[in-house]
């Protein structure tokens, strides 16, 4: 199954959840939320052919690794995916508003320059910021949504601009997020889990655990599970088709089975 959104290098033992998702066959986009892990996270990975790395400068430290930035147009290339990026509109990041917008409008540039990018974003607390961010660039390639809770007003602009969405189990869970996913036009949608920040009961979300997303979402779409995996899986190719990298062959990895 697909878990479009997960922090494999912040688990306990990072080396094991990559192992667990490699032999459960999960497509998972393992976010990055440093450019400095990049490297890292790559030699993480090798032999895994399910798994993508995106190249990511997360808002809640935005304030701190903005200096990082050059390292998206050095590893840029080498990747598809750009995560977790965006804006957080939190109390405690109140301080910080003007870097956060000035590092995910430089992402959004350089994403443009490069060909256009699949873009992993974090919109908390501040949806009507990224839409707008997002509305300003062109050509910056696909946004998914991770984990939207914004209202309903701002989802349906989403969905006006184009933008993608990735659900989890934690999000499903609510009311409210249900109501949105049942909004969101189910030829954008993508499962999630956002592990090891996401739980269930008391233990992290695992890649494997997104199936319970799939579960969710078949109660949702009133299908069966099947139905549910076959839409998801052609969104995921549909998705990372819209998308083509453009560097040496030599510096790609191979995409016969993530898009």
Request: charged share 20%; aromatic share 8%.
């Amino acid at each position: 199954m697909i878990d479009f959104h997960c922090h494999l290098d912040l688990y306990r033992y990072p080396s094991l959840a990559v192992e667990d998702a490699d032999k459960a066959g999960i497509h998972v986009l393992f976010v990055t939320t440093l450019p400095k892990a990049w490297p890292e996270a790559q030699k993480m990975i090798v032999g895994c052919p399910n798994i993508r790395v995106a190249l990511g400068l997360h808002p809640e430290i935005a304030h701190e690794r903005e200096s990082e930035l050059s390292l998206f147009e050095k590893y840029g290339n080498q990747t598809k995916y750009f995560g977790e990026i965006g804006l957080d509109g939190s109390p405690q990041l109140r301080n910080f508003q003007d870097v956060q917008a000035r590092v995910f409008h430089t992402v959004l540039r350089l994403a443009a320059e490069m060909g256009g990018k699949i873009l992993s974003i974090h919109s908390r607390r501040a949806t009507e910021q990224v839409l707008d961010s997002l509305a300003s660039h062109s050509d910056f390639g696909v946004p998914v949504l991770h984990w939207f809770s914004g209202s309903q007003r701002q989802l349906r602009r989403a969905i006006e601009q184009g933008c993608w969405f990735s659900c989890g189990p934690a999000m499903l869970r609510s009311a409210k997020g249900k109501a949105i996913a049942k909004m969101i036009p189910r030829e954008r949608m993508l499962t999630e889990t956002d592990g090891p920040f996401a739980f269930v009961e008391s233990r992290p979300l695992q890649p494997a655990d997104s199936w319970s997303a799939v579960e969710s979402l078949s109660n949702i779409w009133d299908v069966d599970l099947q139905e549910s995996v076959s839409i998801l899986l052609h969104n995921l190719k549909d998705l990372t088709a819209k998308v083509q990298l453009h560097a040496p062959a030599a510096n790609v990895r191979s995409e016969k089975i993530f898009g």
